[in-house]
């Protein structure tokens, strides 16, 4: 059963933008750790961004300084905010959103990503299609 739902994909040129939304459990527990995941076929599903409670964010090296995560706590809501996109950032995008771990040394998007298949937690994803 998903936990989460994604919203705001779709075609753009090269150079645009685009602005991802993921709804999330109200639970604000449930949102301390938050990221957004990428996924082209035949290609593992990998980690864009994350952010963990108060907002200590990490960015993949491909997507920094272009992309922007961030949430709105009230809404339990998730962002991205795309921009100067290029082609290869064409995807299926997943959000996840999950207790933060206890060990707070491990890579969160790794964690999400483990967590989310092993929960079967997935989304339906929003596909991001971008032309040169």
């Known amino acids: 059963q998903a936990h989460v739902m994604e919203s705001g994909g779709g075609s753009v040129q090269a150079g645009g933008s685009l602005r991802l939304s993921c709804a999330t459990p109200?639970?604000?527990?449930?949102?301390?750790?938050m990221g957004w995941f990428r996924q082209v076929p035949g290609k593992e599903r990998e980690g864009v961004a994350s952010?963990?409670?108060?907002?200590?964010?990490t960015y993949a090296d491909s997507v920094q300084g272009r992309f922007t995560i961030s949430k709105d706590n009230a809404k339990g809501s998730l962002y991205l905010q795309m921009n100067s996109l290029k082609p290869e950032d064409s995807a299926m995008y997943y959000c996840a959103a999950a207790p933060c771990p206890q060990d707070s040394g491990l890579d969160i998007l790794q964690w999400l990503l483990a967590y989310y298949y092993g929960m079967d937690w997935w989304g339906k994803g929003t596909l991001v299609t971008i032309s040169s």
């Open positions: 109200e639970d604000t527990y449930s949102t301390d750790c």
């Open positions: 952010i963990v409670r108060a907002g200590v964010i």
